[in-house]
């Protein structure tokens, strides 16, 4: 079964500030990848997701993330970012014909003024 | 479009007590998940529903969890009787399709206490 490894459980970070999030996980087969944020009381929302193609993709809210295959990586980024960005954020992969997630501890990211 | 709907929010109960967690997918979901979520660590799928089958339970501690989805449409979590390490929040998620292709939406979880 696959793993992830988010390398940060807490990031601190300034409004307008970028940001990085970093996740790798534990095959160098075939993955699906998955970036979720959970608002505080709230269940989780995708934010983007991998499956194939082009290894930089676009999500929601202006977030991004580059699938590297030969660093088993999938980081999260965001060139600027806001107070209501304030969350925690999941990495997730799984194998392409089991559907299953396995989930990673999370990173909180907590924006300051 | 409603979202998944989970009941109730918040839970306490003391420890060898039984306890439901009710949820509501999504109109037309056919596929619904119970995932645990352990403070300070990723949600861990306990069980997963295609319809009214179940595909994946793997993960369940069948000993004192069990899972329904009877008419493939609500499903209820029921743990009994519960121990201190059972306090999490019990998430509900629903896609339309088995798949990466269909996105999970996720209830607003069940938080429970175990004292």
């Known amino acids: 079964a696959q793993s992830v490894t988010q390398l940060d459980s807490q990031v601190p970070v300034f409004e307008e500030a970028p940001v990085e999030l970093r996740c790798n996980y534990s095959?160098?087969?075939?993955?699906?990848l998955f970036w979720y944020v959970q608002y505080p009381n709230q269940g989780l929302q995708l934010l983007l997701k991998?499956?194939?193609?082009?290894?930089l993709v676009k999500g929601i809210n202006g977030f991004e993330a580059e699938f590297n295959k030969s660093q088993t990586s999938f980081h999260l980024r965001k060139p600027s970012v806001h107070i209501s960005d304030t969350a925690e954020y999941f990495c997730?992969?799984?194998?392409?014909?089991?559907?299953?997630?396995?989930f990673g501890a999370g990173t909180t990211v907590t924006v300051r003024a | 479009e409603a979202g998944v709907a989970q009941s109730p929010r918040y839970k306490i109960i003391e420890k060898r007590q039984s306890v439901a967690f009710w949820c509501n997918p999504i109109s037309g979901h056919a596929t619904l998940y119970w995932y645990q979520q352990i403070l300070g660590q990723g949600p861990k799928l306990l069980i997963q529903f295609q319809n009214n089958g179940v595909v994946d339970d793997s993960q369940l501690p069948k000993d004192r969890f069990s899972a329904e989805r009877l008419k493939g449409v609500d499903s209820t979590l029921k743990i009994q009787p519960a121990k201190l390490e059972d306090s999490a929040v019990y998430l509900c998620a629903s896609s339309l399709v088995q798949g990466n292709n269909s996105p999970l939406h996720f209830g607003n979880g069940t938080r429970l206490t175990v004292t």
């Open positions: 991998y499956l194939s193609g082009s290894t």
């Open positions: 997730a992969v799984s194998d392409p014909g089991d559907y299953k997630l396995s």
């Open positions: 095959s160098s087969v075939s993955v699906y």
